[in-house]
């Protein structure tokens, strides 16, 4: 159980670091000094906990998972937050990534 | 298709399996280090397959071959350690990366 959510946070670490990122290219000299900084910590942070993770998962199923939350997370953070349009394609995409992390879980 | 942005795709996604392979089985400072050092050249890798490709098909092939590469790594492991191979893990894999890819071209 609590590799499972060393797991999620890994991922959830991953989708902050992309936002931090984006941040980072539009941001200029102090605050992307600071967003920098900020980065290496979500990515290192996602890191250790996909390593720790590690210990109980195979090494392909954890960096699958952690690869689908991170895509997850991304399409949750631009229909939140960017107003982007949420449509039939994503939502079938969506259910092919947690159906699938679901059945990897118990096989 | 330009060569150069194929060539460090392929470079990083070797380099994306050697993390990973880090992250499962380093466990000495030094490993843990030279794990470190792997994400960044993969890191700079994908970078440097910008220059050349678009990002939507630089993700793609990075996400693809990435985790080719990983499971082909831990094919080859339980080869050694005489494990069985689980099919299905691996069409659910799969099936996470058809997801992945398509959620990616959804959003573009």
């Known amino acids: 159980m609590i590799y499972s959510i060393a797991l999620f946070g890994a991922g959830v670490c991953e989708v902050l670091g992309v936002i931090v990122l984006n941040q980072m290219s539009r941001s200029k000299s102090i605050a992307k000094l600071l967003n920098f900084i900020l980065l290496i910590a979500t990515f290192g942070c996602s890191l250790s906990l996909l390593g720790y993770a590690m210990n109980e998962f195979a090494m392909s199923v954890a960096y699958a998972v952690w690869t689908g939350i991170g895509a997850v997370g991304a399409v949750a953070v631009g229909v939140v937050f960017n ?9 079938v995409y969506l259910f092919l990534i947690i159906f699938s992390v679901i059945m990897l879980k118990l096989i | ?7 460090w795709v392929i470079v990083g996604a070797t380099f994306e399996a ?12 030094l490993e843990w280090i030279a794990t470190a050092i792997l994400v960044c050249c993969s890191f700079l890798s994908f970078m440097l397959s910008f ?16 985790t080719i590469f990983i499971v082909g790594a831990e094919i080859i492991t339980n080869y050694f350690n005489n494990d ?25």
């Open chain 1, 83 to 91: 107003g982007e349009k949420f449509n039939i394609p994503k939502a």
């Open chain 2, 1 to 7: 298709m330009s060569n150069k942005g194929f060539f």
């Open chain 2, 18 to 29: 050697s993390w990973a392979y880090g992250l499962k089985y380093a466990n000495a400072p």
């Open chain 2, 51 to 66: 220059k050349y490709l678009s990002v939507s098909v630089a993700y793609t092939m990075f996400i693809g071959f990435g």
């Open chain 2, 84 to 108: 069985s191979i689980s099919f299905l893990r691996i069409l659910f894999i799969l099936l996470i990366i058809i997801g992945v890819l398509g959620l990616k071209r959804s959003q573009a």
